[in-house]
């Protein structure tokens, strides 16, 4: 069993930052791309960042130059680094993985998502 657990969400004003986390555990053989996604009330869920365990990078038109995504291999989990927050950026922002399990299993797993809201 595999799970994806995310932290960091919360309240802050615009112009703020937040950092969030997400650790991946359970039977775990191989991770290659982790990214974050965001859905806000009435619109479809969008890209934010990606990045795979080499270190290469992707990050969606709004948040590139403001918005940080990073990982660490070795406890399989990827950080958000949020800066110069803006109210559009109000959203629940979801952990996704596609990870391959011991059994050699492959299934896209998904966090339970951590609200973020940008408000003065």
């Known amino acids: 069993q595999v799970q994806l657990v995310e932290s960091g969400g919360g309240l802050v004003q615009p112009g703020g930052s937040l950092r969030l986390s997400c650790a991946a555990s359970?039977?775990?053989?191989?991770?290659?791309?982790m990214g974050w996604y965001r859905q806000a009330p009435g619109k479809q869920r969008e890209l934010v960042a990606a990045?795979?365990?080499?270190?290469?990078?992707n990050y969606g038109d709004s948040v590139k130059g403001r918005f940080t995504i990073s990982r660490d291999n070795a406890k399989n989990t990827v950080y958000l680094q949020m800066n110069s927050l803006k109210p559009e950026d109000t959203a629940v922002y979801y952990c996704?993985?596609?990870?391959?399990?011991?059994?050699?299993?492959?299934?896209?797993?998904w966090g339970q998502g951590t609200q973020v809201t940008v408000s003065s």
């Open positions: 996704n993985a596609p990870i391959r399990d011991y059994s050699g299993s492959y299934y896209d797993y």
């Open positions: 990045i795979s365990s080499g270190g290469i990078t």
């Open positions: 359970g039977s775990i053989f191989s991770v290659y791309v």
